[in-house]
């Protein structure tokens, strides 16, 4: 297996509570996963573990081999790793478009005098970060809505938004924190649709989401959590399947 992310033991505690415990898991290059578990099974906190918002109480992750411990969240994002959140975090006093290029932003590396000056480099560099940002708003189905003020926009188009700008930053892996929540049906199945041709671009994704429809539409693989630990791994199929998953989701675990 070709891993570009691996969790070894890996713990979180807040004060007596295990959020995490002693987690080891894998993710494949270029699939979808997805993380899924009942309310309080420490998604949110593996996301913020793996995205180096906590630091591990125990054990590790490699991001392409590499240990992540005491990296910032914007360090790990020049390492090509990449998320939206849970609640939007759309900029309103910007356009669509330039809440893309503040995502394209982390991979320009600008100096500041260059800048300051506004170098032909730096002229150049503001060009082709425009032309990319609307490359991307094609790709999510934004097209219309380049140049729209964000406070005009649907709750689903915001969401694409999201997925623009973290993809504005070109990740190798894309955390998506609930991409679907407060979403119709048939946003729904647009955001799967989107998810898909991301990966098809070879962005490895690993999606937390409670719309189990969508996870087991997309999703290559499924990690379910329970109580911070690992309760199955595999296919879409074996998940919901294993006795022990339809036990957890009854309340009967
Ligand atoms: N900052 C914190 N301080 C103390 N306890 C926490 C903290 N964050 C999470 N927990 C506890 O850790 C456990 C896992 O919470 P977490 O939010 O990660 O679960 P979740 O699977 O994301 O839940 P949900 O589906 O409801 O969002 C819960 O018992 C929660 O109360």
């Known amino acids: 297996m070709n891993a570009i992310l691996e969790c070894r033991e890996l713990t979180k505690s807040f004060g007596g509570v295990d959020a995490v415990a002693d987690l080891s898991f894998s993710i494949e290059r270029g699939h979808i996963h997805s993380i ?3 309310n309080g099974a420490g998604k949110t906190t593996l996301i913020n573990l793996l995205t180096g918002i906590y630091t591990p109480t125990k054990g590790s992750i490699l991001l392409s081999d590499q240990d992540t411990r005491g990296l910032a969240p914007y360090k790990l994002a020049r390492r090509g790793l990449g998320r939206t959140f849970q609640n939007l ?16 932003h982390l991979r320009l590396n600008r100096r500041f005098i260059p800048s300051l000056l506004r170098l032909k480099s730096v002229r150049t560099g503001d060009r082709d970060c425009r032309e990319r940002a609307a490359e ?15 406070g005009e926009m649907s709750y689903g188009a915001l969401k694409r938004l999201e997925i623009a700008r973290a993809l504005a930053a070109e990740p190798e892996l894309l955390f998506l924190d609930e991409p679907a929540a407060g979403l119709n ?7 799967g649709a989107l998810i898909r041709e991301v990966a098809e671009r070879g962005v490895t994704v690993v999606l937390v989401e409670h ?7 997309i999703s290559d693989s499924v990690l379910v959590l329970n109580y911070g630990r690992r309760l199955a791994q595999g296919t879409p199929q074996s998940v ?14």
Do not use: W
């Not at 991307?136 to 809505?145: C, I, V, Y």
């Not at 919901?240 to 675990?253: C, K, R």
């Open 185 to 191: 049906a048939n946003e729904t199945h647009a955001i």
């Open 136 to 150: 991307l708003m094609r790709f999510t189905g934004l097209e219309k809505q380049i140049d729209a003020h964000p």
């Open 89 to 104: 975090q759309v900029c309103m006093n910007m356009s669509a478009i330039e809440n893309v290029m503040v995502g394209r």
């Open 240 to 253: 919901q399947n294993d006795p022990e998953v339809v036990s957890a989701y009854l309340g009967g675990a």
């Open 211 to 217: 719309d189990m429809r969508l996870v087991m539409d």
């Open 36 to 38: 899924i578990g009942p």
